[in-house]
């Protein structure tokens, strides 16, 4: 399970914080079940993904030496939010 202000990298999203972990119901006869409130760090929007079977890939931040090998691939180059999240391990890096 990720935690609150986490930096990870979904598939579909990109590089995002984890700004919360809240729990939601469809109605009030349903039990609440958990969300991450992922905020992308390159776009301008909120999104609720369920802590538990979502759909989407999420996973903590590439390594510098996964991204670096990531930066040699195709994929690299196709994918816009692999991409950003590669540049972004690697951009870090370069700033210490």
Request: aromatic share 10%.
């Given at each position: 399970?990720?935690?609150?202000?986490?930096?990870i990298?979904?598939?579909t999203?990109?590089?995002?914080?984890?700004?919360?972990?809240v729990?939601l119901?469809?109605?009030?006869?349903?039990?609440?079940?958990?969300?991450?409130?992922?905020?992308?760090?390159?776009?301008?929007?909120?999104?609720?993904?369920?802590?538990?079977?979502?759909?989407?890939?999420?996973?903590?931040?590439?390594?510098?030496?996964?991204?670096?090998?990531?930066?040699?691939?195709?994929?690299y180059?196709?994918?816009?939010?692999?991409?950003?999240?590669?540049?972004?391990?690697?951009?870090?890096?370069?700033?210490?």
């Amino acid at each position: 399970m990720f935690q609150k202000k986490q930096i990870i990298y979904s598939e579909t999203l990109g590089v995002c914080v984890v700004d919360n972990i809240v729990s939601l119901a469809a109605s009030k006869r349903e039990k609440p079940v958990p969300y991450y409130v992922l905020k992308p760090v390159f776009e301008d929007k909120v999104s609720y993904i369920p802590v538990e079977h979502h759909q989407v890939v999420l996973r903590e931040m590439f390594t510098i030496k996964e991204a670096m090998e990531l930066k040699e691939t195709e994929k690299y180059e196709k994918d816009k939010h692999l991409k950003q999240a590669v540049d972004y391990v690697l951009d870090k890096v370069a700033i210490k």
